[in-house]
Each structure stands twice: as structure tokens, then as C-alpha cells.
């Protein structure tokens, strides 16, 4: 029985867990996008995003704590660096995972995991399109009465 067992074990012993989590999160870092079973996407999300938070404040202490869970320089750089930067006014949630169906060979569930600030085609908030219009499907109120009023009813099934 798994009471109380906060996080996925991914059917490995302690070692070889702590070193898949490390070695995706420094893929995640360098690439900022990496391709994974949903399984262990969540289990890097729970693993990563208090390192993250912790590189929002650049200070001796916080490097190297960071530096005891990765275990990479340039991961760790990249990390304060431009990233750091990215994800400074947002409280949480520096992660997305998308499903993106499953592997041929075993049937496992794959997902794309990402940092959210760096994929521009989902932001809210997009700068470099037009701004659209908003639409109703009632038409322009000014014109719609009187279209409405001159248009002639033809053929409709409830009014027969």
C-alpha cells in the first residue's frame, strides 16, 4: 500500500530516480523543451520548480543549492541567467505539460514538457499580431434591428 507516498517512485531505487530527475532537468534547462513519458514529467515538475523558484533570488546560497540538486555549471548558469529573468514576476507554474499521445513500441504515454514563458505561441498576452476584433453573432446593433426587421422569413420549420 502507497499511504502517505508523496511522490512517483518510476520503479527505480533512490539513486538511479535522483539521476533521471537530474539528468532531465539539465536537459530541460538547456533545451527548454524536452519529450517524455507524462509519468515522469510530473515527477520532474515536483522536481525542478523549487529549484527554479529558488534561482528567482541570485545569492551565493541559493546557487549552491541549486548546484547540490543538479550537479551541472552551465545548467546552474543558464539557470540564473536568462531564465531567471524570464520567470521573475511570475509566482509559480513555470511549467506546461502537453500529451502528446502515445509510444508506438510500448504504448507508454509521452509528453512534451516546457517552460511556459519561453513558448511564445501560447502566451495570453501576444504582441506581435493584430488585435482582433470582438465578433457576436447577433450582428451590429445599430444595423441589426432594421436587417432583421427587413430581411424576409423564408421556409423556417418552427413557424409552419
Known amino acids: 500500500m502507497r499511504h502517505g507516498k508523496k511522490h512517483n517512485h518510476l520503479g527505480r531505487q533512490r539513486g538511479h530516480r535522483v539521476a533521471l530527475l537530474r539528468n532531465l532537468s539539465i536537459s530541460l534547462v538547456e533545451y527548454k523543451r524536452i519529450n517524455t513519458t507524462v509519468a515522469k514529467a510530473k515527477a520532474l515538475r515536483v522536481f525542478i520548480e523549487p529549484l527554479i523558484t529558488k534561482a528567482k533570488t541570485n545569492s551565493t546560497h541559493s546557487r549552491r543549492t541549486v548546484f547540490s540538486n543538479l550537479q551541472n555549471k552551465e545548467a546552474v548558469k543558464e539557470l540564473f541567467g536568462p ?37 511564445t505561441e501560447y502566451s495570453v498576452g501576444k504582441s506581435g499580431g493584430a488585435k482582433k476584433s470582438k465578433r457576436s453573432r447577433r450582428g451590429k446593433k445599430s444595423s441589426g434591428a432594421s436587417t432583421a426587421a427587413a430581411a424576409p422569413v423564408t421556409g423556417s420549420s418552427e413557424e409552419e
Open 83 to 119: 531564465i531567471a529573468e524570464k520567470v521573475a514576476d511570475r509566482p509559480g507554474g513555470y511549467l506546461r505539460i502537453v500529451r502528446t499521445g502515445t509510444r508506438k513500441g510500448d504504448g507508454a504515454e509521452t509528453a512534451m514538457i516546457e517552460f511556459v514563458d519561453y513558448n
